[in-house]
């Protein structure tokens, strides 16, 4: 197995990511002279791509947070004792593998595994994760930090979904959505132009025109200081429930301002019911960060969390909507530290 992979969704970033790829594969190519590049030709053929380079040093997805998303889904799936070390991590066992003041070279084993070191190229229609994680948004930049970047470990998000028959399992990276936020998901792959914030905003727009507020059920250990924590529990129709592992989603919407990719906590923004003017007025709220204090709002922090919905939801996984969506139980449970991320 070649000891760097780069795994290249070939339709991220729409019309702009063409160009940006191809920026992008010169560059590594020139610092990689031995790099092995391959392109996804589906979606979820990255999971199988990034599953067959498991043994590789380094991994470079080039695409945007759903590409990055699947490359690690392959990460996990392809190390089963992820979980197992970072349960061992979260409870307070010794993990050992990072060399802090390694040089930049490649760092062949994360968190004392044998996963790859994930770097990320941001090309597509919005980049979140580089922005909470340290990697610069100009790919020649980004580049680089693959090459000479540190090692950093962050946490990932395991999603078991259930009904009355079935039960699946997943992972995201940065941020999940329930409800209206995946109906603005849907709305945002129509465009084939724009991209980043302007594109989520214009996608606002378009699925307020359906706008729907579901019933849930929801649970969670929240943990309101450092030294205490307390159940949270409440059944109400909500317009969004948003779970993120970084402080920027969306295109660069601050829906989840304190959120930090490696402090083994998920932080929650519930939105509750509310109407379609004013959740246009309330807007720039979440884009700012300064949502927070709106009585619609309640924010949580938590390493687990419970949904049962009433009625059928929508729900979107870094970026990519689930379709079909049969279930209606969702537990997320933060996997502390699960891999590694090149960042600057």
């Known amino acids: 197995m070649a000891r760097v992979v780069s795994i290249v969704n070939p339709v991220a970033g729409k ?96 968190l004392g595994g044998k996963t790859p070191v994930l770097a990320v190229i941001p090309v597509g229609s919005c980049n979140d994760l580089p922005k909470n994680v340290g990697i610069p948004s100009d790919v020649i930049q980004a580049c680089r930090v693959a090459k000479e970047g540190r090692a950093r470990p962050i946490d990932v998000i395991r999603v078991e979904m259930s009904n009355e028959s079935t039960k699946e399992q997943t992972y995201f990276v940065n941020a999940t959505g329930f409800g209206f936020d995946a109906a603005v998901t849907t709305e945002a792959q129509k465009s084939k132009h724009l991209r980043g914030l302007p594109l989520y905003l214009v996608a606002v727009i378009r699925a307020l025109r359906n706008l729907e507020c579901p019933l849930v059920r929801i649970r969670a250990g929240e943990l309101s200081s450092a030294l205490h924590a307390s159940q949270f529990e409440t059944e109400q129709r909500v317009l969004m429930i948003a779970a993120a592992n970084g402080r920027y989603y969306g295109g660069g919407m601050k829906v989840a301002p304190e959120a930090q990719p490696d402090d083994g906590l998920i932080e929650v923004c519930i939105g509750f019911s509310m109407g379609r003017f004013s959740a246009l007025r309330k807007l720039p ?9 709106l009585k619609e709002v309640r924010m949580l922090r938590a390493p687990e969390l419970d949904l049962e919905f009433l009625e059928p939801v929508q729900i979107e996984l870094d970026g990519d909507v689930l379709v079909p969506q049969p279930f209606r139980r969702f537990r997320l449970t933060v996997l502390p530290k699960a891999i590694c991320v090149r960042v600057a």
Do not use: Y
């Not at 759903?66 to 992820?82: C, H, K, Q, Y």
């Not at 709220?285 to 204090?293: D, E, I, L, M, Q």
């Open 15 to 110: 019309a702009q990511g063409a160009k940006l790829r191809a920026k992008a594969i010169e560059e590594l190519k020139r610092l990689f002279p031995d790099i092995t590049i391959v392109e996804s030709t589906a979606p979820g053929h990255a999971t199988m791509l990034a599953q067959a380079a498991k043994d590789s040093e380094l991994i470079i997805a080039v695409g945007g947070d759903g590409t990055v998303r699947e490359v690690v889904i392959g990460l996990m799936s392809a190390n089963p004792d992820i979980t197992t070390k970072a349960q061992r991590h979260k409870e307070g066992g010794a993990v050992t593998g990072i060399r802090p003041d390694s040089e930049p070279d490649l760092v062949s084993s994360c």
């Open 285 to 293: 709220r979440f884009v700012a960060g300064t949502h927070v204090s």
